[in-house]
């Protein structure tokens, strides 16, 4: 069956030049962990992980132990790391899979050695600190507990440690300084207790960009970065980042209504002169904000189109009066650029009162993907 044109393109060569351009910005040594969670970030997990496996990337990172199981049986050999934990019932599967978990409390640690016992093998962990996070992690006072336990499990080896930035995209320090003061300190008494993982790590994409942890760990996570996206807006001159993704349909009907006339639910837009609406085969189900009704625009024929009224879930309308020669089948741009036009992810999150991250991860599953 023939698709709809709603699609979204990715752009392998731009994701291979921020690859390089975060490599630039780490220290020889130092190890990526590239994170491919949330489908990429809605780019598509298989797709990326191939390319950053053939790139040389150290490891992969994904959020539960369902997306590194779709990893292994897509054939990614690299090791992928599962950041967000797991339950007790996730345990032999990790193993059989041969994922590495992050690791920050003991009953788990203690279950995962005793599968692995199990199995005759020995476990790679890595484990998490919470340097000021507060979401996943030990706390500082749990560090010597913690490891102290860990001494006992015959099972387990350490392969690294990791901590994560609360607020590395702002201009101001000083709670990021803190929070890297507070890792080398655990990681010191980690260390003092005779372990010696092989790879320490906290940046994230904002503290690859400034190089804010200096040469005082060698493992860094770049997520957002790859996808050619800026975890603030101020970033943006410090590094030139290609956008992966594009986001288009085209034209599926056009309607001209008189004054007075309504579009969409609520009729929140009602034209104020006799105009020419487009339809666009793409709503909130596609991903696309409901928010951005009234407010957001799409390009057509490199001009700007203002949205209008209420998003639909398969639908959208667009303002086209001012567009000379619109027709059917024109191509309509949500996300990317056309001419001398462009339309960032940035700008739609903006618009929509979120963040890159999200306007990708909300691109839902029925929207093709196209790779270049």
Do not use: W
Request: hydrophobic fraction near 40%; charge should be neutral.
């Amino acid at each position: 069956m023939e698709k709809r044109p709603t699609s979204a393109t990715i752009d392998l060569g731009a994701l291979k030049t921020n690859y390089f351009q975060l490599r630039d910005r780490v220290r020889g040594g130092a190890g990526v962990l590239a994170v491919v969670k949330a489908n990429a970030y809605g780019h598509g997990d298989v797709e990326v992980a191939r390319v950053l496996e053939g790139l040389g990337c150290e490891f992969l990172g994904v959020a539960i132990p369902e997306e590194g199981a779709r990893l292994r049986e897509a054939g990614i050999k690299k090791p992928i790391i599962v950041l967000g934990g797991l339950f007790p019932n996730q345990a032999g599967d990790i193993i059989d899979l041969g994922l590495t978990p992050v690791v920050f409390d003991a009953s788990t640690a203690s279950i995962l050695n005793s599968a692995a016992n199990e199995r005759g093998t020995v476990q790679e962990i890595h484990v998490k600190i919470d340097t000021g996070m507060g979401r996943l992690g030990l706390r500082p006072e749990e560090v010597g507990p913690f490891f102290s336990r860990l001494k006992g499990l015959e099972n387990l080896r350490l392969g690294a440690l990791h901590s994560h930035f609360a607020e590395s995209e702002r201009e101001e320090k000083r709670f990021s300084e803190e929070q890297m003061t507070g890792f080398e300190s655990s990681v010191a008494l980690i260390r003092q207790m005779g372990f010696d993982p092989k790879y320490v790590g906290i940046s994230n994409s904002a503290a690859i960009i400034e190089h804010l942890d200096g040469a005082r760990f060698n493992l860094v996570r770049p997520g957002i970065m790859l996808y050619g996206s800026y975890p603030d807006g101020r970033l943006r001159g410090k590094i030139d980042l290609k956008p992966v993704l594009e986001l288009k349909t085209r034209i599926l009907h056009l309607k001209s209504i008189p004054p007075g006339g309504s579009v969409s639910y609520g009729r929140r837009f009602v034209a104020k002169r006799q105009s020419m609406i487009a339809t666009l085969p793409i709503g909130y189900a596609d991903g696309l904000p409901r928010s951005l009704g009234n407010i957001g625009e799409v390009l057509v024929r490199g001009r700007r189109a203002p949205i209008a009224g209420t998003v639909c879930m398969d639908l959208i309308m667009a303002d086209v009066t001012d567009i000379p020669g619109v027709q059917n089948g024109d191509e309509a741009v949500i996300i990317g650029s056309q001419g001398s036009e462009a339309i960032t992810a940035e700008e739609v999150a903006a618009k929509a009162g979120t963040i890159s991250y999200e306007i990708f991860c909300r691109i839902s599953q029925r929207v093709q993907r196209i790779y270049v």
